[in-house]
């Protein structure tokens, strides 16, 4: 009898202690979130061959996250940000929303480059999930009818190929030898950008193709050589378009050399070395924001975001920027709108917002919301960013 009733005590403060133990961690989940959390996903390109674009936008993407959840979330409701490689892959990149979507996400940012976004477009389009691309290609979201889940912050090719024709007038460069990678991204900057030459009087005398794989474009290089053009237009990411400089350098070529906005990170220059040097090509303010004039609207964003970052991180990369965009619009969509796929998507496509990479006014026409002044030419010196004047 005696140790019925001491066996029936122990049992009894156990379960006490249970109850206690479970209130207070229920206590302790209530005020650390009261609120169910937004689900939201992201598929960069944090290995292979595109990994120094999806790097940092993983890292920006992670910690603009952090920070909105430190400061109490979308209105009480943290964010919960499902980030995913594709491994630089379109086959991983599909493979990645399928399983982001069977996870419930909201809303998804992504991919990296053109061709790991246009992976995904069909599959959010049909499961009515809003997508954000960090990607330049114009095919993303145009026609923007057959692209209504589709948005992107990063400048379309269409927009560098002008800004690039511009400063060839302001030149006096009429002849060029255009080069560009095999893939989406280099598709879709040669049609752009013959589309931008012919408009503004500019003649291609060559052009080539290169993998983005390659190291050696000796013979592509010997072809632009012997077309003797004004300047040379190469439309790549590293490290193709660092071995394409370095190669450009040992030939001896002496025409001057344009870059896409695809060379905006550190990794050009780390893999190109003194070849950068004098190579010229249009991105977003990010890389040279310290040297903004004061009134510029985007000049604090940027010089912020960049401290930032490279406290945390390194050396800034403007393709970090479109992840920082593409977060803190679905935030402020979230917190319009509430975690509505359909709500969030009607949300975005009327939202006006002054980013690291844009001043961004979306349309149900235009799904980029960006202008051709959101880029400046910059250009290598010292082996550091300085703004064309």
Known sequence: MFRNKRLLAILSGLLLLGLVLAGCGQSTKTSAGAKEPYKLGAVFDTSGKSSSLGIPERDTAQMVVDEINKNGGIDGHP????????????????????????????????????????????????????????????????????????????????????????????????????????????????????????????????????????TIMTAQLTNIKKAAPDAVICWAIPPAASSFTVN?????????LIHSSGVGNQKYIELAGKAAEGT???????????????????????????????????????FGGHAWDGVHIFAQALKKVGADPVKLRDEI??????????????????????TKDSLKMVEVKDGKWSLVK
């Not at 499902?82 to 630089?88: A, E, N, V």
């Not at 450009?248 to 001057?256: A, D, I, S, T």
Request: include cysteine; glycine fraction near 6%.
């Open 349 to 370: 496509e009327k939202i006006s917002f002054t980013g690291v990479t844009a001043v961004f006014n979306f349309t149900p026409e235009d799904h980029s919301g960006i």
């Open 79 to 214: 964010i919960d940000l499902i980030i995913m490689d594709s491994k630089s892959n379109e086959t991983e990149a599909a493979l990645a929303a399928r399983k982001l979507i069977q996870q419930g996400v909201v809303g998804i940012i992504g991919a990296s480059t053109s061709g790991t976004t246009m992976a995904m477009v069909d599959i959010v389009q049909k499961a009515n999930i809003p997508l954000i691309s960090c990607a330049a290609s114009v095919r993303i979201v145009e026609p923007a009818a057959e692209r209504k889940w589709v948005f992107k912050v990063a400048q379309s090719d269409s927009l560098v190929a002008e800004n690039i024709v511009d400063y060839l007038k302001s030149k006096g460069l009429t002849k060029v030898a255009l080069a560009t990678v095999n893939n989406a991204y280099g598709d879709s900057g040669r049609v752009e950008f013959e589309e931008a030459a012919a408009k503004g009087g500019i003649n291609i005398v060559a052009r080539e193709k290169f993998e983005q794989d390659d």
């Open 248 to 256: 450009y350098h040992q030939l001896g070529l002496n025409f001057p």
């Open 280 to 318: 010229v090509f249009p991105v977003g303010r990010l890389l040279v924001a310290e040297q903004l004039p004061d009134d510029d609207p985007q000049k604090q964003i940027n010089v912020e975001y960049a401290k930032q970052y490279e406290d945390k991180f390194g050396p800034r990369s403007t």
